[in-house]
């Protein structure tokens, strides 16, 4: 039962992941670029969320308001900065977007003060269910997976069936032809960075009520999303999907089992209880050197 | 003839005394956290230092002061560039404001061994109260374990026979999880470290209900505690098991975690509603002047520059007495807000401690309530191996 | 034209010897040891240079190597003033003391490391590359956070430095000289070596892989030997931190420190031989003085280097010595 439920536990942290790694990767995969900032756009997104939902005491409200929000502010900075480095190689685009975190950082803490938010599960979700055989799981974890199986969906769906996705494709595989169809790639690249940042934005509304909401909170889940989309193969969104389960997984039942795994093979316990936390705070580290050890492009290679 | 003699007399004590009084103010350099998930920590203690001169009107203990405020980014090499430029630069002779550990074993054994004075407002790691003390340091907030071991004894004294311990996988983590063990009598249900800064308990939490602990102690600072609290909350094993521990609830992460932390068992060694005039006088004044309830953290800022102005005063703003200094910081001889307040030989506070609980404020926030004293004049556990 | 191009540094290299003499005369002795930590930040910069300028690998995880290095010196300085054993021997202090036996282990293990992991991570490139050396500097930092018997995630505190016979390095002047030199000698070296065919082989690897393969150039060996030699300057440049500031902890070796050694190079000037140097010393000073003035001193270093890499393609030392010479 225990496994069950560390296996859901897991199952739920990677789809939280997913919902960051998923922008990123998009990004990634269409216009090339690496954005170490996606998880300032994740930071936003909680803050607005959290702002507008203790204003206005609806949480609908504070998605509504969160999501333009961290979409509008990813658009404006792909417009100024982003879109001058396509051509350049990943350094600058690593130490740009390095600068941008600093800033988001600076600036949140200079509007919001260094005071974490306050943010709550909505009351409809609040509480846990029953699933079968006694297992009490909180609603609102079991939203987070339903959220993040619909946006993997609708990505699919984006990506197969309509006209934008197409396009989309297209303009990554073969930019100047797609340019002379008379397609405005700038303004499409706009919009692909708006919907990637949109996605982080949403993958911090759905951490405020779980996560303290505070400045900086981006970083520490941004090193976890690179290892996600370097799993799972760079610039694929159904490599992201997998990449991210996997590290949920594995994060999970190395965090859960290690110890006592350390504990069977150790005499002295503390020592093994340490040695094992020491050891499942790596085990993502190790799991993604094993991996592209194997397969040098991860899981899924987009393309080449 | 006389008169005149008389006034001329005056005139020139009073000339004679304008350039001592004119002294340059005494400089105070405080390094401390203002950036990071963990700045708030410093702008308490900051703010509560400033406090204290403020209401002196730019003085501490009668003698003028300058504070020169650094941020060290909880980066210990950060810590050693401000307590160099600090010493070497403004010459100053008293350093303070340090917030973690790990910054304090940066600059704490290296300046002290250069005859500067460190009043530490929080940290107070072990061995620093232990083999490594000093005679030029001294902490006015507590050793790192205190107020682990004040939940201990708080849980021996409940009965818990069957407690779960959390704690992050780092130095601060394991000194409390020993000061918790070192009173806490009952079993261990179980016992996890995490990943510093981790966001994500589910995997805990669910291996916490299976092990099915009478209380849980947990020892997650900052964010870390909120992560956790809310998440326990959610899980509805808050119902059940009571939480107890000796972080994560000041009234700065209170504000943030919300209802999810009522109830929870915290210590320490003051506390908002304690009703002596020396602490109503600074609860009232800090809520003036920054429109928050003050935290503990700022309280140990407050009492770290009262401290610093009872010796002062001893020595009339004269630093080159260095014993003198010492002596008159060894006496502590200012009213604390936390009420009884003296040092142990290691320099580390000797003072009662108490449990606390969160509970609704009259103004629709959460704050913290005295509940039980659990220690009568407590010092730490490594006093004994410090040899000053 | 030639002897022009030689005013400007040999004027830096002046400055850089009476630098000592200098801030005594202006009374700002106090920026001694952050103009000794700039040398040693050039130092390790300057390495990361070496595989990330001329050779293109992006390395998001070269503080480890600092880390190692730093390490290494750390916990031999620590047993020997505690008078305690390692691994269960005693070790007599004059002799371990001496830099001469800590700073070569330490070089040999930072290399060793970058052995091992550049096996690894030299399969991959570009983003992979990035993660994968992030990730091994990751595993480390977290051994070293659980090392208890170290201080753990606190660091050990250190009584005084290396010794080197002659000289008295617990003299911030004498130390700093030393830095000065170790600094010149590394920089010269690396200038030989990439003039010879080794580093013109290791150069072309960054352009085109394809066509140095048809010319029957294997670049991993190249790759490897430079990573190896790139990370044994870094573990240096630890091995002199940690003397410097008398104190090792992990923090050494945080991801962000990575992060910070990339900017020095970027802003000094990339596949530039003095550029991280000059880098290092800017972004070290610039902290410093910006910090004074603002808490939120952040807010404007994130838009000073967004800047740098949109505007100053050649870093300040393209932009200050190489005027109209640019290609």
């Not at chain 2, 340091?137 to 050793?143: C, G, K, R």
């Not at chain 3, 003499?21 to 040398?39: E, M, N």
């Not at chain 3, 892989?209 to 440049?237: D, E, T």
Request: proline letters at 3%; glycine letters at 10%.
């Amino acid at each position: 039962m225990l496994v069950f439920e560390q296996i859901l536990n897991g199952l739920q942290l990677g789809v939280m992941l997913f919902l960051m790694s998923a922008g990123l990767t998009l990004v990634f995969g269409i216009m090339r670029v690496i954005n170490l900032a996606h998880g300032s756009f994740y930071m936003i997104g909680a803050y607005v969320a959290a702002t507008v939902t203790a204003r206005t005491g609806s949480f609908l409200l504070g998605v509504a308001a969160a999501l333009p929000a961290a979409a509008l502010t990813g658009m404006l900075v792909e417009f100024l900065i982003l879109r001058r480095l396509y051509h350049r190689d990943h350094l600058d685009q690593v130490l740009a977007t390095f600068g941008l975190i600093f800033f988001f950082n600076e600036l949140i803490r200079m509007i919001w003060g260094r005071s974490p938010l306050f943010m709550e599960v909505p009351t409809r979700l609040a509480g846990s269910v029953e699933l079968f055989g006694g297992l009490q799981y909180p609603v609102y974890r079991l939203a987070i997976i339903l959220v993040g199986i619909l946006v993997a969906l609708f990505l699919y769906l984006l990506f197969s069936r309509t006209r934008l996705g197409m396009r989309i494709r297209a303009g990554a595989t073969n930019r100047e032809m797609i340019g002379a169809l008379g397609v405005n790639i700038p303004l499409l690249y706009t919009l692909i960075f708006g919907l990637g940042t949109l996605l982080a934005g949403l993958a911090g509304v759905m951490a405020g009520p779980l996560f303290a909401v505070e400045a900086g909170m981006g970083d520490s889940v941004l090193i976890l999303t690179f290892v996600v989309i370097v799993i799972g193969g760079i610039g694929s969104v159904r490599g992201a999907f997998i990449g991210a389960v996997l590290v949920g997984l594995v994060d999970t039942l190395a965090r859960a089992f290690l110890p006592e795994l350390f504990r069977l093979l150790l005499a002295s316990p503390s020592s093994a209880d340490r040695m094992g936390a020491a050891l499942a705070s790596m085990s993502v580290y190790i799991f993604m050197a094993l991996v592209l050890s194997v397969k040098p492009a991860g899981l899924f290679p987009a393309r080449e | 003839m006389k008169r005149f003699f008389v006034f001329f007399s005056a005139l020139c004590l009073v000339l004679a005394a304008l350039p001592a009084m004119a002294v340059q103010p005494v400089k105070i350099g405080m390094i401390t956290t203002l950036s990071t998930k963990a700045g708030y920590l410093g702008e308490e203690i900051r703010d509560g230092f400033q406090l204290a001169i403020d209401m002196e009107n730019g003085r501490l203990g009668g003698i003028p002061v300058k504070l020169l405020v650094g941020d060290d980014g909880r980066k210990p090499e950060n810590g050693r560039r401000l307590a160099e430029r600090f010493i070497q630069k403004d010459h100053v002779k008293i350093l303070t404001g340090l917030v973690f550990s790990n910054v304090a074993m940066a600059v704490v054994p290296k300046v002290v061994r250069q005859g500067i004075f460190v009043i530490s407002p929080n940290a107070g790691p072990s061995r620093l109260a232990g083999k490594g003390c000093n005679k030029n340091y001294f902490n006015v907030s507590w050793q790192t374990d205190n107020l682990s071991e004040v939940i201990g004894q708080y849980a021996t004294e409940q009965g818990y026979r069957n407690v779960f311990i959390i704690a992050p996988n780092y130095i601060a983590g394991k000194d409390n999880v020993a000061g918790f063990k070192r009173y806490y009598k009952g079993k261990v249900a179980g016992e996890l470290y995490t990943t510093l800064g981790q966001a994500d308990y589910a995997a805990e939490i669910a291996a916490l209900r299976s092990a099915a602990p009478d209380a849980v102690y947990f020892f997650l600072p900052g964010g870390m505690g909120i992560n956790f609290l809310k998440q326990y909350a959610q899980s509805g094993l808050s119902r059940d098991i009571p939480l107890m521990g000796p972080a994560a609830t000041d009234e700065r992460l209170l504000h943030a975690v919300g209802a999810a932390a009522l109830g929870v068992i915290n210590s320490s060694q003051w506390c908002v509603d304690f009703h002596t005039p020396a602490n109503e006088r600074f609860v009232t004044a800090f809520i003036k002047k920054y429109g928050r309830t003050p935290t503990l953290f700022a309280s140990q800022g407050y009492d770290a520059a009262r401290l610093i102005g009872s010796a002062l005063a001893a020595v009339k703003g004269d630093m080159s007495r260095t014993d003198d200094f010492r002596r008159a910081l060894e006496k502590a001889d200012f009213t604390s807000v936390r009420g009884t307040f003296r040092f142990g030989p290691n320099h580390f506070p000797i003072q009662d401690f108490y449990v606390r609980r969160v509970m609704a404020a009259k103004d629709g926030g959460y704050t913290n309530r005295m509940l039980k004293k659990v220690f009568n004049d407590h010092i730490d556990a490594y006093v004994g191996q410090c040899k000053m | 034209m030639e002897v022009k191009k030689y005013i400007l540094p040999t004027a830096i290299l002046c400055l850089g010897l009476l630098l000592p003499q200098l801030l005594d005369f202006f009374g700002l002795q106090y920026l001694l040891s952050l103009a000794t930590r700039a040398l040693i930040y050039g130092l390790a910069a300057s390495s990361l240079n070496l595989i990330l300028g001329y050779g293109g690998l992006v390395s998001l995880g070269h503080a480890v190597f600092m880390g190692i290095g730093g390490y290494t010196a750390g916990i031999l300085l620590y047993h020997i003033q505690a008078g305690s054993r390692i691994l269960g021997l005693l070790l007599p202090g004059s002799f371990w003391n001496s830099a001469l036996i800590a700073w070569p282990l330490a070089i040999v293990l930072a290399a060793l490391f970058a052995l091992v992991t550049g096996l690894i991570s030299l399969r991959t490139r570009g983003m992979h590359f990035i993660m994968i050396t992030l990730a091994f500097a990751q595993m480390v930092y977290f051994f070293f956070t659980s090392l208890d018997a170290y201080g753990g995630s606190d660091g050990i505190s250190l009584y005084g430095r290396n010794t080197l016979p002659g000289l008295d390095l617990d003299n911030d002047q004498v130390f700093y000289y030393l830095c000065l030199v170790i600094l010149l000698i590394v920089l010269f070296l690396m200038h030989r070596i990439l003039q010879a065919r080794f580093g013109r082989a290791f150069i072309a690897g960054r352009e085109n892989i394809v066509r140095l393969q048809a010319l029957g150039i294997a670049p991993l060996g190249y790759q490897l030997s430079a990573y190896c030699l790139s990370g044994a300057v870094a573990g240096l440049a630890g091995a002199l931190l940690v003397n410097q500031g008398e104190f090792v902890s992990p923090d050494i070796l945080h991801w962000t420190r990575s992060g910070e050694l990339m900017v020095m190079v970027l802003v000094g000037g990339m596949a530039r031989l003095f550029g991280p140097v000059l880098g290092a010393v800017v972004l070290l000073f610039l902290e410093e003085y910006l910090a004074m003035y603002t808490d939120h001193w952040m807010v404007i270093f994130g838009p000073f280097l967004i800047l740098v890499v949109l505007f100053g393609r050649s870093g300040l030392y393209g932009l200050l010595f190489e005027k109209g010479e640019r290609s």
